[in-house]
T-cell receptor
Framework: GENVEQHPSTLSVQEGDSAVIKCTYS??????FPWYKQELGKRPQLIID?????GEKKDQRIAVTLNKTAKHFSLHITETQPEDSAVYFC??????????FGSGTKLNVKP | EAQVTQNPRYLITVTGKKLTVTCSQN?????MSWYRQDPGLGLRQIYY???????DKGDVPEGYKVSRKEKRNFPLILESPSPNQTSLYFC?????????FGPGTRLTVT
């Protein structure tokens, strides 16, 4: 199977600063890497994803990078805002149907 | 409105009393899945289904059953719940890459 590790578990930044969350995976057969944002009491929502044939993807203030050789991928949030405060999860899709999630990062953006 | 629904949203039950959590989607998605979320562990996949009558185990299937008799419904069955199944449960569906999650069911087993 697959194992996904996520760091850090908590991250506190000042509004306007950047935040970076890192994940590693163990199985090179994983080919799709989504990132989810979960606000308190809500369901996880997809914010960005990347496929294994792409090295970087950007969507406004959010970007994801993938290093297949090192088996790690990262979420970058620039110009953070208080509404970015939430728990973020990375995931890896293994064998097309199985999803493995990281343990989550609680991001706190201080005004 | 495209959505995934779950019922009930909250459930408190006792050890050994069989229960079913329902999941329904109106997007005609072939793939559906169940996850449990526990503090510090992220989401862990319980079972998934690729289509009607096609299901397979995820990472933590022990103590759970599923069925997929219709494309839109994917119920999760706990035949003899135990306290270690106290958790927050999410159903999800997808067609292609993106998964859409239901609102969650908070289950407490005493």
């Amino acid at each position: 199977g697959e194992n996904v590790e996520q760091h850090p578990s908590t991250l506190s930044v000042q509004e306007g600063d950047s935040a970076v969350i890192k994940c590693t995976y163990s199985d090179s057969a994983s080919n799709y890497f989504p990132w989810y944002k979960q606000e308190l009491g809500k369901r996880p929502q997809l914010i960005i994803d990347i496929r294994s044939n792409v090295g970087e993807k950007k969507d406004q203030r959010i970007a994801v990078t993938l290093n297949k050789t090192a088996k790690h991928f990262s979420l970058h949030i620039t110009e953070t805002q208080p509404e970015d405060s939430a728990v973020y999860f990375c995931a890896a899709r293994y064998n097309f149907n199985k999803f493995y999630f990281g343990s989550g990062t609680k991001l706190n953006v201080k005004p | 409105e495209a959505q995934v629904t779950q019922n009930p949203r909250y459930l408190i039950t006792v050890t050994g009393k069989k229960l079913t959590v329902t999941c329904s989607q109106n997007m005609n998605h072939e793939y559906m899945s169940w996850y449990r979320q526990d503090p510090g562990l992220g989401l862990r996949q319980i079972y998934y289904s690729m289509n009607v009558e096609v299901t397979d185990k995820g990472d933590v299937p022990e103590g759970y059953k599923v069925s997929r008799k219709e494309k839109r419904n994917f119920p999760l069955i706990l035949e003899s719940p135990s306290p270690n199944q106290t958790s927050l449960y999410f159903c999800a569906s997808r067609q292609g890459y993106e998964q859409y999650f239901g609102p969650g069911t908070r289950l407490t087993v005493t």
